[in-house]
């Protein structure tokens, strides 16, 4: 895991680097940029705040649990973060925030498409994601980083399963 540089199709160049374990302070920083709409379609529901319980899950990273963060030159504040969590051999669930002025921008999409090869050099073969049905943004993106995706209406949501390319 090291930062690296990468400069999205439609947005300005990002330094993308590990969140660090316990980092909570990135974690809300990232969370205070999304507008009430974004944090609904992010997490499924309402949410004004994250309590500390929540932001210590969120900022936590290791084995199984890994993030990466994008910052832009010329914002003091980092722009996204995108999550990798291991929850069985090779299969793991991925969510991704990117801050409401950021959004189609690509960022998203390049951030996702790195940390799907981080997870494929884990030995990780199977993504997951929780999406609320009506986030089409999120769909886009999923498809363009995982290709083909298995669907699966759980209520509201939509359980999204896609292999990643290059695993059998």
């Known amino acids: 895991m090291h930062t690296r540089v990468v400069k999205p199709k439609r947005g300005p160049e990002m330094l993308v680097r590990p969140l660090r374990h316990g980092d909570v302070d990135t974690v809300w920083a990232v969370f205070s940029r999304l507008s009430e709409e974004s944090r609904r379609t992010r997490f ?3 949410k004004l705040e994250l309590g500390d319980t929540e932001l210590r899950w969120l900022a936590n990273v290791g084995p199984d ?3 990466l963060v994008a910052s832009v030159d010329g914002d003091p504040e980092p722009v996204a973060i995108a999550r990798l969590v291991r929850f ?5 669930e991925m969510a991704f925030e990117v801050a409401d002025e950021y959004h ?9 498409a790195l940390l799907v090869a981080d997870a494929r050099a884990a030995g990780i073969c199977e993504v997951t994601a929780l999406v609320r049905s009506d986030n089409r943004a999120a769909f ?4 363009r980083v995982l290709g083909r995706l298995e ?3 759980e209520g509201p949501d939509t359980f999204v399963r896609a292999l990643l390319p290059g695993c059998a």
């Not at 189609?104 to 996702?112: D, E, K, P, Y």
């Not at 886009?140 to 498809?143: C, D, K, P, Q, Y």
């Open 88 to 92: 069985r051999g090779g299969c793991a």
């Open 140 to 143: 886009a993106l999923l498809r």
């Open 65 to 67: 649990h890994h993030a």
């Open 151 to 153: 669907l699966r209406m």
């Open 104 to 112: 189609g921008r690509g960022i998203g999409s390049a951030l996702a």
């Open 44 to 46: 499924l529901g309402p």
